[in-house]
């Protein structure tokens, strides 16, 4: 007999302040603290909030030793990391916004510090 395992991941801030309610994690945010990973899972609202802190946090620190952002995550934060891209957590017409207004109608590869700037702007 076949059998199907669903596993289902809550928003880990949303259950912290109310825990009868379940709210769907849509984002991973990954960090190292004094060499702890730790993982918290989080829903759009607060995946935006929690990266807007970690980014006032990230603006007073400085790499340890000599080691430099590999090309690869250079302009994003090394602490951050999404299973998801903010671009694509955007609903179609959100997109076509987005786009307009950074003068990129073909934009293919979206940093996610960019559209977090527009969503700070209002979404304008």
Not at 14 to 37: G, H, I, M
Not at 41 to 63: G, R, Y
């Amino acid at each position: 007999m076949p059998i199907k395992t669903v596993t289902q991941n809550f928003c880990d801030v949303c259950y912290k302040e109310y825990p009868n309610q379940l709210v769907d994690a849509t984002s991973k945010l990954r960090f190292t603290w004094q060499s702890k990973s730790y993982v918290i899972l989080t829903c759009d609202q607060h995946t935006i909030e929690m990266v807007e802190q970690f980014n006032k946090l990230l603006a007073f620190a400085s790499p340890e030793g000599k080691a430099q952002p590999s090309p690869k995550t250079q302009g994003q934060s090394q602490h951050v990391i999404k299973n998801k891209s903010a671009f694509s957590s955007l609903s179609a017409s959100e997109k076509d916004r987005f786009r307009s207004w950074v003068h990129m109608p073909n934009a293919r590869h979206i940093s996610d510090a960019r559209v977090y700037e527009w969503i700070a702007l209002g979404k304008p």
